[in-house]
Protein backbone atom coordinates (compact mmCIF):
# COMPACT_ATOMS: atom_id res chain seq x y z
CA UNK A 1 0.00 0.00 0.00
CA UNK A 2 1.61 3.61 -0.81
CA UNK A 3 1.83 5.87 1.65
CA UNK A 4 -0.67 7.91 -0.42
CA UNK A 5 -3.29 4.77 0.21
CA UNK A 6 -3.36 4.44 3.80
CA UNK A 7 -6.94 3.92 4.73
CA UNK A 8 -9.05 5.44 7.89
CA UNK A 9 -9.91 3.98 10.46
CA UNK A 10 -13.23 4.11 11.60
CA UNK A 11 -13.42 6.95 13.56
CA UNK A 12 -11.12 8.58 11.51
CA UNK A 13 -13.81 8.22 8.34
CA UNK A 14 -17.05 8.66 10.54
CA UNK A 15 -15.02 12.55 11.90
CA UNK A 16 -14.20 12.92 8.36
CA UNK A 17 -17.90 12.34 7.21
CA UNK A 18 -19.61 14.49 10.46
CA UNK A 19 -16.65 17.19 8.76
CA UNK A 20 -18.08 16.90 4.99
CA UNK A 21 -21.81 16.88 6.55
CA UNK A 22 -21.25 20.66 8.53
CA UNK A 23 -19.56 21.94 5.24
CA UNK A 24 -22.54 21.06 3.01
CA UNK A 25 -25.00 22.04 5.85
CA UNK A 26 -23.03 25.38 6.04
CA UNK A 27 -23.30 26.26 2.42
CA UNK A 28 -26.81 25.53 2.27
CA UNK A 29 -26.97 28.00 5.47
CA UNK A 30 -25.29 30.51 3.18
CA UNK A 31 -27.81 29.96 0.75
CA UNK A 32 -26.14 27.79 -1.73
CA UNK A 33 -28.75 26.40 -4.02
CA UNK A 34 -26.19 23.76 -5.34
CA UNK A 35 -25.41 22.24 -2.03
CA UNK A 36 -29.19 22.09 -1.24
CA UNK A 37 -29.58 20.15 -4.45
CA UNK A 38 -26.91 17.81 -3.53
CA UNK A 39 -28.43 17.74 0.00
CA UNK A 40 -31.54 16.69 -1.53
CA UNK A 41 -30.05 14.35 -3.87
CA UNK A 42 -28.17 12.21 -0.89
CA UNK A 43 -31.64 12.22 1.18
CA UNK A 44 -34.25 11.97 -1.03
CA UNK A 45 -34.86 8.45 -2.01
CA UNK A 46 -34.32 7.98 1.82
CA UNK A 47 -37.24 10.09 2.74
CA UNK A 48 -39.41 8.94 -0.35
CA UNK A 49 -39.13 5.29 0.91
CA UNK A 50 -39.71 5.89 4.73
CA UNK A 51 -43.08 8.02 3.75
CA UNK A 52 -44.29 5.29 1.56
CA UNK A 53 -43.91 2.35 3.69
CA UNK A 54 -45.62 5.01 6.50
CA UNK A 55 -48.38 5.93 4.87
CA UNK A 56 -48.96 3.19 2.37
CA UNK A 57 -49.44 6.18 -0.58
CA UNK A 58 -46.98 6.25 -2.82
CA UNK A 59 -49.14 9.81 -4.29
CA UNK A 60 -49.10 10.98 -0.82
CA UNK A 61 -45.68 9.75 0.06
CA UNK A 62 -43.99 12.32 -2.99
CA UNK A 63 -46.48 15.27 -1.69
CA UNK A 64 -45.31 14.98 1.55
CA UNK A 65 -41.40 14.30 0.70
CA UNK A 66 -42.10 18.12 -1.34
CA UNK A 67 -42.71 19.39 2.41
CA UNK A 68 -39.83 17.56 4.44
CA UNK A 69 -37.76 18.63 2.07
CA UNK A 70 -39.31 22.45 1.91
CA UNK A 71 -39.32 22.45 5.95
CA UNK A 72 -35.84 21.45 6.06
CA UNK A 73 -34.90 23.99 4.04
CA UNK A 74 -36.72 26.75 6.16
CA UNK A 75 -35.11 25.09 9.31
CA UNK A 76 -31.60 24.03 8.80
CA UNK A 77 -30.22 26.99 10.58
CA UNK A 78 -31.95 25.13 13.56
CA UNK A 79 -29.67 22.05 12.98
CA UNK A 80 -26.81 21.84 15.97
CA UNK A 81 -25.67 18.63 14.48
CA UNK A 82 -26.04 16.70 18.19
CA UNK A 83 -27.18 13.75 15.60
CA UNK A 84 -26.50 12.93 11.71
CA UNK A 85 -28.64 14.98 9.45
CA UNK A 86 -29.71 11.91 8.55
CA UNK A 87 -31.47 11.08 11.86
CA UNK A 88 -32.81 14.97 11.96
CA UNK A 89 -34.39 14.40 8.53
CA UNK A 90 -35.75 11.26 9.86
CA UNK A 91 -37.56 13.08 12.38
CA UNK A 92 -39.05 15.33 10.41
CA UNK A 93 -40.13 12.70 8.29
CA UNK A 94 -41.97 10.66 10.50
CA UNK A 95 -43.28 14.07 12.12
CA UNK A 96 -44.89 15.10 8.73
CA UNK A 97 -46.23 11.79 8.56
CA UNK A 98 -48.21 11.44 11.97
CA UNK A 99 -49.45 14.69 11.36
CA UNK A 100 -51.07 14.02 7.54
CA UNK A 101 -52.72 10.67 9.35
CA UNK A 102 -53.82 12.77 11.87
CA UNK A 103 -55.43 14.73 9.33
CA UNK A 104 -57.00 11.83 7.46
CA UNK A 105 -58.37 10.80 10.99
CA UNK A 106 -59.98 14.12 11.52
CA UNK A 107 -61.84 14.37 7.66
CA UNK A 108 -62.67 10.55 8.72
CA UNK A 109 -60.35 10.25 5.40
CA UNK A 110 -57.63 7.32 5.71
CA UNK A 111 -56.00 6.80 2.39
CA UNK A 112 -53.80 4.13 3.25
CA UNK A 113 -54.17 1.35 0.27
CA UNK A 114 -51.71 -0.92 -1.83
CA UNK A 115 -48.89 0.82 -3.21
CA UNK A 116 -49.92 0.37 -6.68
CA UNK A 117 -49.06 3.78 -8.23
CA UNK A 118 -45.36 3.40 -7.45
CA UNK A 119 -43.44 4.22 -10.78
CA UNK A 120 -40.30 2.00 -11.22
CA UNK A 121 -37.49 4.04 -10.14
CA UNK A 122 -39.80 4.07 -7.22
CA UNK A 123 -40.60 0.97 -6.67
CA UNK A 124 -37.14 0.32 -7.52
CA UNK A 125 -36.35 2.08 -4.44
CA UNK A 126 -38.74 0.21 -2.07
CA UNK A 127 -37.23 -3.32 -3.02
CA UNK A 128 -35.61 -5.46 -0.93
CA UNK A 129 -33.78 -6.89 -3.86
CA UNK A 130 -30.50 -8.62 -4.09
CA UNK A 131 -28.96 -6.24 -6.69
CA UNK A 132 -29.42 -8.59 -9.31
CA UNK A 133 -32.13 -8.93 -12.60
CA UNK A 134 -34.94 -10.15 -11.54
CA UNK A 135 -37.07 -12.67 -13.74
CA UNK A 136 -40.82 -12.00 -14.40
CA UNK A 137 -42.19 -14.48 -11.76
CA UNK A 138 -39.68 -13.86 -9.55
CA UNK A 139 -40.80 -9.75 -9.98
CA UNK A 140 -44.23 -10.85 -8.75
CA UNK A 141 -43.35 -13.47 -6.11
CA UNK A 142 -41.49 -10.14 -4.73
CA UNK A 143 -44.05 -7.67 -5.06
CA UNK A 144 -46.62 -10.09 -3.50
CA UNK A 145 -44.58 -10.34 -0.65
CA UNK A 146 -44.03 -6.76 -0.54
CA UNK A 147 -47.86 -6.09 -0.91
CA UNK A 148 -48.39 -8.37 2.21
CA UNK A 149 -45.97 -6.72 4.11
CA UNK A 150 -47.20 -3.33 3.35
CA UNK A 151 -50.53 -4.73 4.46
CA UNK A 152 -49.91 -6.14 7.74
CA UNK A 153 -47.69 -2.97 8.69
CA UNK A 154 -50.82 -0.87 8.10
CA UNK A 155 -52.10 -3.00 10.85
CA UNK A 156 -49.63 -1.45 13.00
CA UNK A 157 -50.01 1.71 15.83
CA UNK A 158 -48.26 4.31 14.18
CA UNK A 159 -46.25 4.21 16.73
CA UNK A 160 -44.72 0.75 16.26
CA UNK A 161 -44.68 1.13 12.57
CA UNK A 162 -42.25 3.88 13.04
CA UNK A 163 -39.72 1.89 15.13
CA UNK A 164 -39.88 -1.29 13.33
CA UNK A 165 -39.06 0.53 10.06
CA UNK A 166 -35.90 2.50 11.62
CA UNK A 167 -34.88 -0.64 12.60
CA UNK A 168 -35.88 -2.83 9.91
CA UNK A 169 -35.31 -1.15 7.00
CA UNK A 170 -33.29 1.68 7.50
CA UNK A 171 -31.20 -0.03 9.83
CA UNK A 172 -30.75 2.47 12.62
CA UNK A 173 -29.48 1.08 15.82
CA UNK A 174 -31.80 1.28 18.73
CA UNK A 175 -29.70 4.30 19.88
CA UNK A 176 -30.57 6.84 16.64
CA UNK A 177 -33.60 5.90 16.65
CA UNK A 178 -34.17 7.03 20.39
CA UNK A 179 -32.74 10.08 18.21
CA UNK A 180 -34.75 10.88 15.38
CA UNK A 181 -37.89 10.09 17.69
CA UNK A 182 -36.93 11.92 20.50
CA UNK A 183 -38.17 8.73 23.28
CA UNK A 184 -35.77 6.94 25.80
CA UNK A 185 -33.81 4.44 24.30
CA UNK A 186 -35.64 1.89 26.93
CA UNK A 187 -38.90 2.89 25.28
CA UNK A 188 -37.57 1.83 21.25
CA UNK A 189 -36.11 -1.12 22.27
CA UNK A 190 -39.40 -2.21 24.07
CA UNK A 191 -41.79 -0.51 21.67
CA UNK A 192 -39.36 -2.42 19.16
CA UNK A 193 -39.98 -6.02 20.68
CA UNK A 194 -43.95 -5.44 20.82
CA UNK A 195 -43.47 -3.82 17.15
CA UNK A 196 -42.27 -7.18 15.84
CA UNK A 197 -44.47 -9.80 17.76
CA UNK A 198 -47.24 -7.65 16.08
CA UNK A 199 -46.03 -7.56 12.74
CA UNK A 200 -45.72 -11.32 12.94
CA UNK A 201 -49.32 -12.02 13.86
CA UNK A 202 -50.06 -9.79 11.03
CA UNK A 203 -48.81 -11.66 9.13
CA UNK A 204 -50.05 -15.00 10.18
CA UNK A 205 -53.18 -13.56 10.55
CA UNK A 206 -53.05 -12.50 6.35
CA UNK A 207 -51.66 -15.93 5.58
CA UNK A 208 -54.46 -17.56 7.12
CA UNK A 209 -57.10 -15.86 5.59
CA UNK A 210 -56.06 -15.65 2.38
CA UNK A 211 -57.63 -18.47 -0.23
Known amino acids: ?55 GDAEEARDLAQEVFLQVYRTLGRFEGRSTLKTWIYRIVVNQCRNRRRWWRRRRKDRSRSLETLTRSEEERLAEGSGRMEGPDERVERRERARAVQSALQRLSFGHRAVLLLREVEGLSCEEIAAALALPEGTVKSRLSRARESLRRALTDGKEAAP
Open 1 to 55: MAAGDIALRPAEALAGGASLERGLVEECCRGDAQAFARLVALHEGMVFNLAARLL
